[in-house]
């Protein structure tokens, strides 16, 4: 189920943050970083020459994933070190994201993404702010 919610993610995720204002042009589906007896897994990632988004993808998001999914944002720079001069920002996506998830999440400086009838949104407000890594 987690690999149709990517699928459905995936065509809308760079004009999304585009019309956010994040001019992202490329994204990168299932990246598999090893080094240092760590590893890092990413679902999907959104880039340009100085903003890296990390989308979480789940069926149904909880608060438990969005905290493994902050402590694995921790590491992306340390693990992905080509990256350590853009500013990253993280995301999560998901069919069923409950209201309190989703406000859990934009509290933490995350992006959420959610399904809203045939489209994929994003649920912050315009004058959110996301936290950066």
């Given at each position: 189920?987690?690999?149709f919610v990517e699928w459905q993610v995936r065509p809308a995720v760079v004009r999304l943050f585009q019309e956010r204002g994040i001019d992202v042009h490329e994204f990168h589906p299932g990246i598999s970083v090893k080094r240092d007896n760590e590893g890092l897994e990413i679902d999907l990632l959104v880039v340009n020459d100085t903003d890296a988004i990390l989308v979480e993808v789940k069926s149904k998001l909880?608060?438990?994933?969005?905290d493994e999914y902050l402590q694995r944002l921790a590491k992306f720079k340390?693990?992905?070190p080509r990256f350590?001069?853009?500013k990253a920002l993280?995301?999560?996506?998901a069919m069923v994201v409950p209201n309190e998830v989703a406000s859990y999440a934009c509290r933490q400086?995350?992006?959420v993404l959610v399904q809203s009838g045939e489209n994929v949104i994003i649920l912050n407000?315009?004058?959110f702010?996301?936290?950066v890594w």
């Amino acid at each position: 189920l987690g690999e149709f919610v990517e699928w459905q993610v995936r065509p809308a995720v760079v004009r999304l943050f585009q019309e956010r204002g994040i001019d992202v042009h490329e994204f990168h589906p299932g990246i598999s970083v090893k080094r240092d007896n760590e590893g890092l897994e990413i679902d999907l990632l959104v880039v340009n020459d100085t903003d890296a988004i990390l989308v979480e993808v789940k069926s149904k998001l909880t608060q438990r994933d969005v905290d493994e999914y902050l402590q694995r944002l921790a590491k992306f720079k340390r693990l992905m070190p080509r990256f350590r001069d853009v500013k990253a920002l993280g995301a999560v996506a998901a069919m069923v994201v409950p209201n309190e998830v989703a406000s859990y999440a934009c509290r933490q400086g995350l992006f959420v993404l959610v399904q809203s009838g045939e489209n994929v949104i994003i649920l912050n407000d315009a004058e959110f702010t996301p936290r950066v890594w």
